[in-house]
Structures are given as structure tokens and as C-alpha cells.
């Protein structure tokens, strides 16, 4: 039987009833990765016992990462340069307010078991005209600017995909994304674990790297928000099909928001952004 498993990412609540949902929930398929040390977990209202694995445990741990809003791209990171996952052929990622829905984990493992290649599901898909229109900038010279027009050189599309042919000396073009029409976000996927360490290397260049600090530095939230859409253009270059038919909702909770002032402008971005338009 092949292996699967689904790291839940979480800062201070789990919710039962999100997983409950599915008679066919088997706690052997996930990992709840506690993250974010300026929170306690808070377990009152819980009756599952999960495996809760707490990020400050893995051995390459880099606290940075969570303080730089990467967030969920920090589970990612370390499981990657720690190689958690070699005894796995299917690996992924929820964030804790996805919501199962039920025969989720009997149609996953059926799914797998069928199939005669590679699959990868995404369990929050976006079709490329939504991203693309959604005209995200990433222009290191603009960075109170984080939408724009969408037939900019710095949509974000544009600049992931130079950066991933750069790195790879591969040649993708807008057109092959397009082709593919599927880019998964909100870090909600189940992939091979053959692809994800492909993958990674990419990932953790960009991150280690530093560069997409230099984006939308107002707002706290955009590292993730932007390493999330590298991600999607990974899987979405990638020739294995992308399973689109199993979504999940996705509920939303302030908890997510560690220090709100983090996203407030300060006075000078403010007057910056009023005068000169960035």
C-alpha cells in the first residue's frame, strides 16, 4: 500500500469538526505542525488526539523563517533540509482551516492505489486567468505597489517564471501555464514525494535568497502570500496531471494574525504612496 502523509499547519487551534467530517479520517495520514512560538496551543475543545509536531523540533529549525511571515513555506523548508519525508511516496500541505470533506482520506489512498503515474491534488486550485488577472506586482522598485495591471512585466507570473528558468535553464513560457490552466494555492496539495524534491531546491533558493522581501515590505503577510504562488507555478510546470475534483473549503480566522500593526503602513509609506503612487 502506498504511503501518504498531510502536514496541518497551525499557530494556536485545531477544530475538530474539520476533520470529524470524514468517517474515513485516519490520524496516521497526518502530521499537526505547531508553529510560531508566540502562541500556546490551545487544546480545551479538543477530543481527537493528534500527532502534534512542534516546528522548534526539527533539527535544521530556524526560527527566522515564522518572524519573516513565511509561515506555512517554514514547515515546508525544514522538512525539505531535514528529509522527513524519504519513507513517503505522497507528500502535502493543509493549512489548519481547510475542512475535510467526508471519504477524503478513503479516496485519496483509493486514488493512489489506481493510479498508473504520478498525480498531484490540489485541493485549492486556481485556473490561470484568475492569477493572472489577479495582477499581483512584484516590482522590487514599487514595493508599496502589490496589484497592478495584470499585462505588467512584474506580474508575479511573469517574474516566478524567470525565475524558475533561470535556476532550472529551462525555457517555460506564460503559454505553458496557461496550457496547463490549474496553479494550486493556499498550500493545499498532495503531491509525489519525487516531485517535491524536485522541487525544493527552487523553493528554498528563493527563500534563502531573500529577494521577495524586497516586495510589498507594508505588508507582513506577503511573504507568504507570494511563496504560495511560486509553489503554484512549480506543481503547475510539472507533467503530472493535477487532480482538481476533490476541494476543500477553506474557512477564515483571525488567529492567523499574529501582530495586525505589522500591516499597517507607516506614515512615511503612507505620504510616499498618496504623492507618488508607491
Known amino acids: 500500500m502506498k504511503t501518504w502523509k498531510i502536514y496541518v499547519t497551525f499557530f494556536k487551534k485545531l477544530f475538530d469538526d474539520h476533520y470529524t467530517i470524514d468517517p474515513t479520517f485516519n490520524t496516521d495520514n497526518f502530521v499537526f505542525a505547531k508553529v510560531n512560538d508566540d502562541y500556546e496551543w490551545d487544546n480545551s475543545a479538543n477530543r481527537i488526539n493528534y500527532d502534534i509536531f512542534y516546528e522548534r523540533q526539527f533539527p535544521s529549525f530556524d526560527p527566522g523563517w515564522q518572524q519573516k511571515g513565511y509561515h506555512e513555506n517554514s514547515v515546508l523548508y525544514h522538512l525539505y533540509k531535514d528529509k522527513l519525508y524519504d519513507q513517503l511516496d505522497y507528500i502535502g500541505f493543509l493549512e489548519y482551516d481547510h475542512v475535510l470533506r467526508p471519504g477524503f482520506c478513503a479516496e485519496i489512498q483509493e486514488r493512489i492505489e489506481q493510479s498508473q503515474g504520478d498525480l498531484i491534488f490540489s485541493f485549492g486550485a486556481f485556473n490561470y486567468e484568475q492569477l493572472w488577472g489577479q495582477g499581483i506586482m512584484l516590482n522590487k522598485w514599487r514595493p508599496g505597489q502589490q496589484e497592478g495591471r495584470a499585462k505588467s512585466r512584474w506580474n508575479c507570473l511573469n517574474v516566478i517564471l524567470k525565475d524558475y528558468n533561470d535556476f532550472y535553464g529551462t525555457n517555460f513560457s506564460l503559454d505553458d501555464l496557461r496550457q496547463k490552466d490549474c496553479l494550486p494555492l493556499c498550500h493545499a496539495v498532495l503531491m509525489p514525494a519525487r516531485i517535491y524534491d524536485k522541487i525544493m531546491p527552487f523553493h528554498t533558493f528563493i527563500m534563502e535568497s531573500g529577494r521577495i522581501e524586497k516586495f510589498h515590505t507594508f505588508n507582513?503577510?506577503?511573504?507568504?502570500?507570494?511563496?504560495?504562488?511560486?509553489?503554484?507555478?512549480?506543481?503547475?510546470?510539472?507533467?503530472?496531471?493535477?487532480?482538481?475534483?476533490?476541494?476543500?473549503?477553506?474557512?477564515?480566522?483571525?488567529?492567523?494574525?499574529?501582530?495586525?500593526?505589522?500591516?499597517?503602513?507607516?506614515?512615511f509609506k503612507q505620504l510616499r504612496y498618496k504623492f507618488l503612487g508607491y
Open 220 to 267: 507582513w503577510r506577503s511573504n507568504a502570500g507570494i511563496m504560495e504562488r511560486y509553489l503554484a507555478v512549480e506543481l503547475c510546470l510539472e507533467s503530472a496531471p493535477i487532480v482538481t475534483d476533490i476541494q476543500l473549503e477553506h474557512r477564515s480566522y483571525d488567529i492567523k494574525v499574529v501582530k495586525p500593526e505589522w500591516s499597517e503602513k507607516s506614515l
